[in-house]
């Protein structure tokens, strides 16, 4: 069964930059979708971007829209998400997803779309 490991998290004043990495491990890897959501204390889990696995037109949540990006690299199971520009609100738990359904860029922002998931990385941005 394929596992999701996401790394890269921390501590980081407003304004600086994260690269958080979700690796998979334990089987076959072919998903359809992978996404990055994340959620912090007393939040529900949000919607931050999502990307075909193929590679393709990437979405993003708009409060992250030319802060962050979302990345892959096949050859090593490996999920990105580029994070630049901190702001404090951007604190929260990150989680890596996959998907092997076909969904709109609508429906991969559903949290329901996604059939697995890592632990989270936490992110702690300071003002």
């Known amino acids: 069964q394929v596992q999701l490991v996401e790394s890269g998290g921390g501590l980081v004043q407003a304004g600086g930059s994260l690269r958080l990495s979700c690796a998979a491990s334990g089987g076959t890897f072919s998903p359809t979708t992978m996404g990055w959501f994340r959620q912090a204390p007393g939040k529900e889990r949000e919607f931050v971007a999502t990307m075909p696995w193929s590679g393709g037109s990437a979405y993003y949540t708009d409060s992250v829209k030319g802060r962050f990006t979302i990345s892959r690299d096949n050859t090593k199971n490996t999920l990105y998400l580029q994070m630049n520009s901190l702001k404090p609100e951007d604190t929260a738990n990150y989680h890596c997803?996959?998907?092997?359904?076909?969904?709109?860029?609508?429906?991969?922002?559903?949290?329901?779309?996604?059939?697995?998931w890592g632990q989270g990385t936490q992110v702690t941005v300071s003002s």
């Open positions: 997803a996959s998907s092997n359904y076909v969904c709109s860029a609508y429906g991969c922002s559903r949290p329901g779309a996604y059939t697995a």
